[in-house]
């Protein structure tokens, strides 16, 4: 039995947010073969509702890594400290901003405003407040944000949306580390599966990456192959 690690967005999820048919026709056989771990920067409601979509069990990284579970009890989580949180809401306030809590997000009005349809697409259902900060999401359109920002930060380009992901000093690669290094997981065991930047630091720990043809060049150019999860040079990979 091989691990594979298997990002969201931009990898087995469509524009509109629902997971290619094509891979849920191989995803039976996947499952037979081997064990799922979603790695993602999505937040954890989000990435919950995928893994009852796809059946499989509760393992998975999240918030870009603060937030790490295996068998459904969670082994790891580093929510943003009060500082740090406090420093983001007073500097950067005035774009639309979005704060993901463990089991619900809150956006403040100029993102409800400007940028709601988005909080619907990351399958962010539940609003209000509770509990820590687990993630920041700023946006705002046709100019970059000026001045540093405190935490991991990943950028990402809609046309002419610009998303900043915020994540407490951690990464998904970290995450995953921390994941592995719990159960016991050889890396050179595990299969990425992954389109972005954030999936960089995940292909240079694992044995075997699979980059979507859509993936950035820099994701490309680590990838032992670049194909689509369920096109026949994969399914040969994980039938080996």
């Given at each position: 039995?091989?691990?594979?690690?298997?990002?969201?967005?931009?990898?087995?999820?469509?524009?509109?947010?629902?997971?290619?048919?094509?891979?849920?026709?191989?995803?039976?056989?996947?499952?037979?073969?081997?064990?799922?771990?979603?790695?993602?920067?999505?937040?954890?409601?989000?990435?919950?509702?995928?893994?009852?979509?796809?059946?499989?069990?509760?393992?998975?990284?999240s918030f870009e890594g603060a937030y790490v579970v295996w068998k459904g009890k969670v082994?790891?989580?580093?929510?943003?400290?009060?500082?740090?949180?406090?420093?983001?809401?007073?500097?950067?306030?005035?774009?639309?901003?979005?704060?993901?809590?463990?089991?619900?997000?809150?956006?403040?009005?100029?993102?409800?405003?400007?940028?709601?349809?988005?909080?619907?697409?990351?399958?962010?259902?539940?609003?209000?407040?509770?509990?820590?900060?687990?993630?920041?999401?700023?946006?705002?359109?046709?100019?970059?944000?000026?001045?540093?920002?405190?935490?991991?930060?990943?950028?990402?380009?809609?046309?002419?949306?610009?998303?900043?992901?915020?994540?407490?000093?951690?990464?998904?690669?970290?995450?995953?580390?921390?994941?592995?290094?719990?159960?016991?997981?050889?890396?050179?065991?595990?299969?990425?599966?992954?389109?972005?930047?954030?999936?960089?630091?995940?292909?240079?720990?694992?044995?075997?990456?699979?980059?979507?043809?859509?993936?950035?060049?820099?994701?490309?150019?680590?990838?032992?192959?670049?194909?689509?999860?369920?096109?026949?040079?994969?399914?040969?990979?994980?039938?080996?």
């Amino acid at each position: 039995m091989k691990y594979v690690i298997l990002d969201l967005d931009g990898t087995i999820l469509d524009d509109n947010k629902r997971i290619f048919p094509e891979f849920l026709e191989v995803l039976p056989e996947i499952k037979r073969r081997h064990r799922i771990i979603v790695v993602s920067g999505r937040a954890k409601i989000s990435v919950e509702k995928y893994i009852r979509e796809m059946d499989i069990e509760e393992n998975f990284v999240s918030f870009e890594g603060a937030y790490v579970v295996w068998k459904g009890k969670v082994i790891f989580k580093k929510p943003f400290d009060g500082e740090t949180s406090r420093f983001i809401e007073e500097k950067f306030g005035n774009f639309a901003l979005v704060k993901f809590y463990e089991n619900s997000v809150e956006p403040n009005d100029k993102f409800r405003e400007d940028f709601l349809p988005y909080l619907q697409r990351w399958g962010a259902d539940v609003l209000g407040k509770e509990g820590d900060i687990y993630k920041f999401v700023l946006a705002l359109r046709g100019s970059e944000i000026k001045g540093k920002l405190p935490g991991t930060v990943f950028v990402y380009k809609r046309n002419v949306d610009i998303f900043y992901d915020v994540a407490p000093y951690i990464t998904k690669a970290e995450g995953l580390r921390i994941l592995m290094d719990f159960v016991g997981i050889n890396p050179k065991e595990c299969i990425a599966f992954g389109d972005s930047y954030n999936d960089i630091g995940v292909f240079e720990i694992c044995g075997f990456s699979v980059a979507v043809p859509w993936a950035v060049e820099e994701l490309k150019k680590r990838a032992s192959i670049i194909a689509r999860p369920w096109d026949d040079e994969v399914m040969g990979v994980l039938r080996e």
